[in-house]
């Protein structure tokens, strides 16, 4: 079953709550109490870029690209079950927030074109119930686990394949009734992924009116509840004060960012901007690593107050990372074993 029929959905676990420029769990600051090395780590979001945990294709060209090398195909429900698997020891390691999207990331990593087909709206707008079924076992383990999901609404690979701007509309809608309907209270909303970026082709997904989206996210309402809403822009840039005021908490990315003295640079704009100094600040998407060094984009962001999202597209091999399917979304190469090394020094965990 994809979408709550009348029925009360069951009691949830865990609740996310923003009090001034922190993140609460249930009613606590996440990682209540911690500091590392002299820096306030107590309200901060840590997250994982984890995109494609809904991944399917259906484009018959293209799906199989993504098939898994001992059975020759791709299984989307397999790669669901596998993300669900690996939960519990990201959790352990501090993990308490991963970032997925209703139209997934480009699965090649970084793609000029995307002739693949992966979406979880209809060109309608409608929601397609296999893949809200897979997005609903994946919420259901982070409730348990105390976790909270950054849940994307539309990424530009996909999004010019939606007949117009109703669409955009009405799937927005009928996501977000669909988080509240089912009784979620562990999930925040980032309407679009890196709306500056010139793929998308709808003027409503852009930044001059994406705030429009962010509202009527904020708008939806049941049994009088709503969800969190912000935005996320391409890397090294930063909200605009309308998107600031807008928003609900501060997305930024740096991607393409090298020089970890611009991410906490980052930060200290987005803050001073209007309607930015007393909300929580976080990167959700970052593919820079340096974990051994003492400065790198992690540590810098942490050090202005700001949580971090670890992005990995992949090593040697695009599949070792989070990005490309099949992903093996254990913690299996030395780069994400130093990544999730530093969080767990980091959170005390």
């Keep these: 079953m994809a979408e709550q029929t009348g029925s009360t959905p069951p009691p ?22 911690r500091f590392w090395k002299g820096k306030r780590i107590e309200g901060l979001l840590m997250n ?17 690209r993504w098939a898994y090398p001992d059975t020759g195909k791709w299984d989307p429900d397999r790669n669901t079950r596998e993300f669900v698997e690996a939960m519990p020891a990201w959790r352990e390691h501090g993990l308490i927030a991963f970032d997925i999207n209703l139209q997934g990331g480009s699965p090649e990593g970084y793609s000029k074109e995307q002739p693949w087909h992966n979406s979880a709206f209809t060109a309608d707008g409608d929601l397609k119930p296999a893949y809200m079924e897979r997005l609903r076992l994946i919420l259901d383990r982070a409730d348990e686990l105390g976790m909270v999901a950054v849940l994307g609404v539309f990424y530009f690979g996909p999004e010019p394949r939606m007949n117009d701007e109703d669409a955009l509309h009405r799937g927005l809608d009928k996501a977000c009734r669909w988080v509240l309907e089912n009784g979620y209270t562990n999930v925040i909303i980032e309407v679009n992924n890196e709306c500056d970026n010139r793929k998308y082709h709808y003027p409503l997904s852009k930044p001059d009116r994406v705030t429009e989206l962010i509202r009527q996210a904020q708008g939806v309402r049941v049994d009088g ?50 309607g930015g100094c007393a909300k929580p600040i976080f990167f959700n998407e970052d593919d820079h690593f340096d974990f051994d060094k003492p400065d790198n984009n992690f540590v810098a962001a942490v050090g202005e107050y700001a949580g971090w999202g670890y992005f990995e597209p992949g090593e040697s091999n695009y599949r070792d990372g989070h990005q490309s399917p099949p992903v093996n979304w254990g913690i299996n190469t030395p780069r994400k074993q130093a990544f999730f090394n530093l969080l767990k020094e980091i959170t005390g965990s």
């Design 12 to 33: 949830r676990n865990t609740s996310v709550t923003i009090a001034c420029d922190q993140f609460y769990i249930n009613g606590c600051p996440t990682y209540e109490g």
């Design 48 to 64: 994982v870029r984890t995109a494609q945990g809904i991944f399917d294709d259906e484009n018959p060209e293209t799906i199989q």
């Design 225 to 274: 509840r709503r969800l969190l809403a912000g935005v996320s822009l391409c890397g090294g840039r930063i909200p605009s004060e309308a998107i600031a005021l807008a928003s609900d908490y501060l997305l930024l990315h740096g991607n393409g960012v090298s020089d970890p003295a611009r991410i906490a640079e980052m930060v200290r704009e987005t803050r001073a901007l209007r």
